[in-house]
Each structure stands twice: as C-alpha cells, then as structure tokens.
C-alpha cells in the first residue's frame, strides 16, 4: 500500500492508503475531516471541493495519492485564530446558507474565484460558481456575499 | 424590544460554515459496518435467483442478504394516505423478493468492514432475471392489453369531485379550451444524498437518519419492522435539504434496522447520487386534461380538470395524496359556478412519486395558469386584465371556492398591483412590441402567474376526512432554565429553514427575554417526544404557533408566581420586557428571577408544581393561504431555441413575517426550483425503463450560471387563522414560478403560432414548438 504525505490544515500526516482511496474519502473517513462533504460522483456539485496547493480541487475526483506531498486546506482550517475568514463572514451575513450541505464547497469555490477575480461582476461570479450546485438559495445571496466577501478582502489587502 | 419581524441573522451558520456538523455520514460508532445494496438494473423482471455466496466468501465482509432471507421479517413499507374506498396498495417489500418493478429496486444486500469493500463485494452477487414487459407511458397502462406491474392492475385509485352544475357551465359556452399539459417527472436532488446508521444494544435502537420526519417515521417503523416503539429511538441529525424527498419511509431505513437487529452492530448506509436519482422516490408525473368554458368577457363558467397521477411501481407514504392536494387548488384565486376534478392513480414500472416541494399544488397552479393565459390569448385580452375579471376581490374574504376552501385572507389586487410596478411591466410590453415589429430574432415574453396555496397542513379534522393517516397538530414544549434561559423543543424538524432563529425570536418576544438566551432543540425522538415534523409549508404555521402557546402558558405561570411573591393578584400584574410590575407601583420581578425561584421551590403558590415550564400542541383551524404575484421576462432566440430568464419579479404575501431575510430566502429558493422544472429538469426513462438522468451530469439542476437574479417584495394580509398571522413560505416561490416561466416563453412565440412548449423547454424543445407553429 502505498504511503503518502499530506498537510491538512496546518497538519502533517502520514497515511497508507490503497490506490483506488479517493481524497475525500481520506479527508473524511481517515483524517476525520468531516466537515468537506460529498453531494455527488460525476464532478457536478462541488460540494467536497478544498484548496489544493492553494487552487480548488472537488475532492472526490481525485486519488488520495495524486495529494502526495500537497497542502491542503478544508474549510475546517479557514478560520483563522478564532475568527471566520471574511467569505465565510460574508455568507452569514448575507443569509447565502440554508441547509449549509454545498456551503464548505461553495465558500471554497467563491474564495478562489476571488484570486483570479478580485473585484468580480455579477455575471463573473455566477460564471465563477458554475460548478458549485445549491438547491436552497437559488443562488441571489450567494452572488451578494461573493460580492461582499470581495469588498472585504480587497479591503484587508489594501490595508495590510 | 420586537424580535418578530426583525431580519436576524441565524444562529445555525457558525457551525456550517465552519465544517462543524453532523451529517449522519459523517457520524459514527464503535465497530461500525458499512451497508451496500445491490439494485435492479432492470425496470420490471422476475428474480429467478440471487446467489450471494461469493460476496460472503470476500475479506471484511460480514454478511450478505437476498430478500427471501429477510422475507419474513421485513414487512411492507407504508402508505398511509388511502385517497379513495377503491385503493389498490400492493405489497411493497423493502428488498424485492419475486419480482422487481423499477430499475433501482433493492435486490441484495451486503455488509462489510468499510464502505468500499462492501461495493465490491455486489459485485460478486449473482442475480438471474426474466425480463417483464416495462409499463411506462400513463394513457397505455390503463388500457385493458396493458402489461400488468401488480396482479390487480394499473389503476390505483379513481377520484372524482364535482361542484355546481359542469355540464350547464359548458353548454353553449362563448368560450371552451381545451389543453393538455404535462407535469414531467422531477429528482429532488437534496444536496446531501440520503444515508442512515443504525445501532442496537440489545434490547432498544437508535437510527440517525437524514429525513424531514423522525416522528413519523419512529411510528411507521415501529409498525413495520416490530420493534417496539418505546425501545425505538430516531435522530435527525443534520440533514441537507429536503423539498419532499426526505419525507419518506424508505426501504434502507428499514433494512438498516432489521441488519443492525440480525448482526447486533451498528450499520451505516450512504447513498451514492446515482443511487439516489434511481431510488429516492420523484416528484410531479401527471397527465392534465383541462377544459375551462368562459363568458365572451373572459369570465370564467366552469373548469374542468381530468388527472392520469404516476404513482410509479409502489404507493409509499403519501403517494396517493400528492394528486389529492391539488383537487381543491386547479380553481385557484378565480371565481366560476361548477368545477369538477377527476384524478386516477396510475402504476408504471418507474420509481415510485411522493412529495416534492409543493406536492399536487404546483401541478395544479401550472394548469390553471397556462390556460388562464389561453383564455387571454383567445380573447385578445391582457392575461393581467382577465385575472382581475376572475379572481376574488380583497373585500370579499373570507370567500368559500367552488372547491369548497375557505380562503381566510388576501388580497391579489395589492399584490399585482405592486408587482407590475416592480416588474416595470409597460416598459417590457413596449419592448416586446418593439422586438416583434423588427422581427428581431430573440424576441422578448412575458409571464404572469397569480397563485394561491393550501398550506400548514393542516386541521386534523379535515385530514381525517381526506383519510389521511394522521393528524395535523405540532408540538412544543417551552421551559424556563433557573438561570434565566430558555429551551424550546420543537416537534418541527428543520433542514434548512432556520427554525432555530425563527422560534427563538417567537420565544423571546413572547417571555421577554433576549433572543440570544433561547436555544431550540429538535429532531431527535428522546428529546422532542412529539411531532409531526417538517413539509407542506407547516411549520411555522403549526409548529411556530405551538412554540408561541407553549410560551404563552410559561408566562402566566410566572404570572402566577409572580403575584404569590408579589402579593397581589395575578390581574394586577403588568407583563412588559420580561417583568411582572405590579400595575401603579415599582414593585416588579423578572422572569429570569421567577425562572430561580421556580427551581429553588422555598415559596411557590399552593398546589403550584417546582417548574416553570409549558408545553402546547396547537391543531389549525383551517389551512392558510399564502398567494403571490409573480412576473418573468424571457428571452426567447427563435433560430436555437435558447431561454434565458432575463428578469423575474415575486411579490409574496405570507401573511405576517417573522424574519424577513429567512422569508426572503425561502423564496428565492423556490423561484429557483421552479425554473428547473419550466427549463431544466426531467427524469427521463427510455424505452426499456431505464433512468437516463441517473446523474447530476445528466439531471440538470441549475447552476448559478442558468438563473437571474430575483427581484423580491411583500404585501402583508396577516391569515386569521392562526395567532401569528403567518401563513407559510416554503413551497410559494416553486408553485408560482414555472408556470410564470412557461407562460413567459409561450408569450414570446405566439406570434410564431406556438400555444404551447412541453416541460422542461429545452431549446429543441423550443425549436420544435416554432418548427410546428410554423408548419
């Protein structure tokens, strides 16, 4: 069985894990890393979606040992010293959450975005999010905290 | 300070939004085995064998069952809603054992150390089948050469209902349309697939399930599977969307429990979305035959309504009653002499129907609606203005429908009123009349739907006159903590409505405490004892207004305390902020310091009991009915058939809000789920009964990308029949807005002789309207 080494928000582990061991399922099943979930096993929903050597991946469409040696970053390790990331901030404040099932993923998703994106439109994010379902906000808040979530990080860069 | 109203932010984010939560996949228990089902891959056959002895033999498998093995014990899953005297309600084995008649039907199981162990071990089962002609298409089942899908036959129920004198209505007529329309099959598509874990000690159970209803469900199991109710205990834990599909109770529910009984281990299933498109039972499936007979002024005489329902291959919870709840909805806001409505239940060899968000209404608000613009279109008249001519004016509620509904409050003129302006409605009809003079090849539509509902379902009494299984009460129980805070157990079982914020802001206007000391506990059957759980836009209706009563009994027992500390009388009490003031003096005492007192018990009232705590379960009096104007504006390009919403406006009227951001979200929701059954989604079977749409690949549920943003308003007509004046929101936005849509693109292309584009309307569909209208 192959041995591999991952960073897992913030931590080092060293797994043996089969071949066919999905990422997710390594998250989940081994690292207890339960808050990335799984919504689907065609690539569609994104809800498993993490940070990857800081680009997103959806975490069930891929093998644990392609992670080897990466960084990864869940959304259990976005908060930082106690404190919700500013996207994360801007979905509550934005009421962009109701059953919160696609949220770990969505944040991940709208946080990348923004790397690429830093001040996006409207219809650059509903593009952004393409692949990233929800099914209970019909997505008006979601595009209003992304477009928060923005302003607010714009905001800490230009002052840092 | 006034909580009610207020848009408060939810306390259930933090811990969603930092991965903080409890999925039941993500839960877990010592020696935990992981279940996996093997299915039908075909839509009916006779199993002729199932050999499960090579999936035994592999490493970390510990079990591995046929149904014949579990045949005995597993019963028949539950329909508890018998429409009609003539109901047929075949046996439904939770593992098929003879014959199966979807594809998706569990055929085997097998139980192992981890999850993917198990799925390679139904790789090693061996099931032979002898293939049975498929059933498929609802007019073929009911003919008499029909293959058959259970020994009685196709039919399941036969409904009719008549009011006023139909034939009179349409004799000599000016007007009659005459139109088919078809509700396709919908996937519900929760985002979090259904899983469940059971455990056993020995003598009692505990399941932690992803369902709207642990209540009922805790009833229904007990009588299925024969564990006693009182050593049977269900959890909902998180559970990620609902819209219906998790109102059920399902086959893995029942066949977690009976492995966990046979191996004495804790199990756990999760579905896979494939598995789930396959096996969570659909929404919608109808076949509508509808004629309205109309003045020459577009005044409506009669409406007459013909159903085929798709039951699909079984009869689970609710199946039969979905139809049901849209017989006294087809009238809707609109006044009219005779109505009548015929429903049969149908059996095909597709996945059984059952409730999705909105369940019978949105079917019969997307019949009404399009034919309303038909009529429109028939009278060259505006479809706003043959609306007005038809439906019921504000000043005349409460108004008892041809249906025989009485509908308590509304007010439909305010509502469009208020929408049009919004929608900027003029402006768009220049535009479109603009478009069509240029010939422009993306011509401009526009829709209008002005819906009404039955919600908060619902009085017991009328639902023991529907023969419906149960009742329609909710459950609450309030208690005051010595220190001053609050608990309220809900018997409402939230997956994403944000209860927790929306009680707690009822509880501490109510007790006058500040909404941060109040926590709202449900889901869980040890905790919240009693309830009747979460669907059909009930539980703030119900459930909200049991909270309140519950609260409401706390305060006069502080009342009481308060007047025996105080030394007064109860009636000179003033209660204002959380404090008991006797009226004219500063001698006063708060509820937090009654709440200590209550607990210490050194000086309580005669006969008073050391508690200050209540509970209510408050039974409606009537359904409510929220209603709404909704308006979209469509892009249609005649050369590809391509739609796009290009702006959408809703103006709800829910009757009294409690907390407007929820409201607000509830709808958008909704508008957005609608546009995927006007545009998107379809359960499509092929010749054979296959499900195509197996994955999200192929099932489109909209992404951020398909939909517009929603412009949202409110008027505000509070129902009288309920002490909060709430009326409901959770399915509104679904039922207005796919007729809203539809009749949007058909407006575009009637010009192009199109009076009609079949559901989901895809741009081939769309083409082949205008290749028709055309032809």
């Known amino acids: 069985m192959p041995r591999i080494s991952v960073k897992v928000d913030g931590i080092a582990y060293e797994e043996d894990v089969e071949p066919r061991l999905l990422l997710v399922h390594l998250l989940r099943e081994r690292l207890d890393k339960t808050g990335t979930p799984v919504g689907c096993d065609t690539s569609n929903c994104g809800a498993c979606t993490v940070m990857l050597d800081g680009k997103t991946v959806k975490s069930c469409t891929m093998l644990a040992v392609q992670a080897d040696g990466c960084e990864i970053v869940t959304i259990e390790g976005l908060a930082a010293n106690g404190s919700m990331h500013p996207m994360q901030r801007a979905f509550h404040e934005e009421h962009a959450l109701q059953c919160g099932y696609c949220t770990p993923g969505m944040v991940m998703a709208a946080i990348d975005l923004l790397r690429d994106t830093p001040d996006p439109s409207e219809e650059e994010i509903r593009e952004g999010l393409d692949g990233n379902l929800c099914r209970c906000t019909g997505y008006c808040n979601i595009v209003r905290a992304v477009k928060r979530g923005a302003q607010e990080m714009g905001q800490a860069v230009k002052s840092s | 300070m006034t909580e009610v109203g207020k848009a408060r932010k939810r306390k259930e984010d933090a811990r969603l939004l930092t991965g903080r939560t409890r999925w039941t996949d993500n839960l877990r228990q010592p020696g935990m085995l992981h279940v996996a089902f093997l299915r039908s891959p075909m839509a009916h056959a006779r199993i002729t064998r199932v050999d499960v002895t090579g999936a035994r033999e592999l490493p970390g498998v510990f079990a591995a069952f046929t149904g014949q093995d579990v045949a005995d014990e597993q019963g028949s899953l539950p329909c508890a809603w018998p429409v009609s005297e003539d109901i047929v309600i075949p046996e439904h084995p939770p593992m098929a054992v003879s014959e199966v008649r979807y594809a998706g039907e569990i055929v085997a199981c097998v139980v192992a150390t981890d999850r993917y162990r198990a799925a390679d071990a139904l790789e090693a089962i061996e099931v032979d089948y002898e293939p049975l002609p498929p ?114 109770v399902t086959a893995e529910e029942v066949l977690c429990l009976l492995l966990s009984r046979r191996l004495g281990k804790a199990v756990k299933w999760t579905e896979s979305r494939s598995e789930g498109n396959m096996a969570v039972h659909q929404g919608r499936g109808q076949l509508q035959h509808v004629r309205l007979a109309a003045e020459a002024d577009g005044r409506i005489r009669g409406l007459q309504v013909d159903l085929l329902a798709d039951m699909g291959a079984y009869l689970m919870l609710v199946t039969p009653g979905i139809p049901m709840l849209g017989a006294t909805m087809f009238n809707a806001i609109y006044k009219m002499d005779a109505y009548e409505f015929a429903c049969k239940g149908v059996f095909t060899t597709k996945t059984p129907t059952d409730a999705y968000r909105g369940a019978g209404r949105p079917e019969a608000t997307f019949a009404i609606e399009r034919i309303m613009d038909e009529l429109a279109a028939e009278l060259r008249l505006d479809p706003i203005e043959v609306r007005r001519r038809n439906w019921i004016k504000h000043e005349e509620f409460p108004y008892t429908t041809i249906a025989g509904l009485t509908y308590d409050s509304g007010n439909y003129e305010a509502a469009t009123d208020r929408a049009l302006q919004l929608f900027g409605y003029d402006k768009l009809r220049a535009e479109q009349a603009d478009r069509r003079d240029r010939g422009d090849p993306v011509q401009l539509g526009i829709g209008v739907s002005t819906f009404t509902e039955m919600c908060g379902l619902a009085p017991s009494r009328m639902l023991g006159e529907a023969n419906y299984g149960a009742g329609g009460w909710e459950h609450a129980s309030v208690r005051m903590l010595p220190t001053g805070k609050v608990e309220v157990v809900t018997g ?171 409201v607000e979200g509830q709808v958008h929701g909704g508008i957005a789920q609608g546009i995927g059954q006007a545009l998107y989604e379809e359960a499509v079977y092929d010749a054979e009964g296959n499900l195509l749409t197996a994955t999200l690949a192929d099932y489109l549920v909209p992404s951020a990308a398909d939909l517009p943003d929603f412009v949202t308003d409110r008027t505000e007509t509070p129902a009288t029949s309920n002490p909060l004046g709430a009326k409901g929101v959770g399915e509104a936005g679904t039922i207005a807005s796919t007729p809203a849509v539809v009749n949007a693109i058909v407006d575009a292309l009637r010009p192009h002789g199109v009076r009609d584009v079949p559901m989901p309307c895809t741009p081939e569909r769309v083409w082949r309207a205008l290749e028709g209208g055309r032809a």
């Open chain 2, 135 to 248: 059933v498929l298409d609802l007019e073929a089942a009911l003919a008499p050469d029909s293959p058959k899908v259970h020994e009685a036959g196709n039919q399941a129920f036969s409904v009719k209902i008549t009011s006023g004198d139909v034939e009179g209505a349409f004799r000599d007529a000016p007007v009659v349309i005459d139109r088919t329309y078809v509700q396709q099959r919908l996937i519900g598509a929760a985002m979090e697939p259904r899983a469940v874990l059971a455990a056993t000690d020995g003598d009692s159970y505990t399941l932690w399930t992803s369902t709207q209803i642990p209540h009922v469900l805790r009833v229904m199991l007990a009588m299925v599977t024969g564990i006693p109710e009182h050593q049977l205990r269900v959890i909902a834990p998180d559970v990620g969307g609902g819209f219906g599909t998790k109102l059920q």
């Open chain 2, 492 to 662: 409402t079982s939230p997956h994403g409505q944000g209860h927790v914020t929306s009680w707690s802001q009822i509880a501490a206007d109510a007790l006058g405490v500040p909404f941060e000391d109040v926590t709202v506990v449900h889901g869980d059957t040890a905790i919240s004892h009693k309830g009747m759980d979460t669907y059909g836009s009930r539980s703030l209706v119900v459930g909200g207004v049991a909270v309140l009563q519950a609260c409401e009994k706390v305060r006069e027992k502080a009342r009481r305390l308060a007047a025996h500390l105080l030394e007064c009388a109860p009636d000179d009490l003033e209660f204002a902020g959380g404090a008991f003031t006797v009226k004219g003096t500063d001698s006063r005492t708060t509820i937090q310091e009654l709440a200590l007192a209550a607990f210490a018990a050194h000086n309580l009232p005669e006969g008073a009991e050391a508690r200050l705590d209540s509970d209510a379960t408050f039974d409606p009096v009537n359904y409510s009915f929220p209603h709404g104007t909704h308006l979209a504006a469509v892009e249609v390009d005649t050369e590809t058939g391509q739609v796009r919403v290009r702006s959408y406006v809703a103006v709800d009227d829910v009757g009294t809000v409690i907390n407007p951001l929820i």
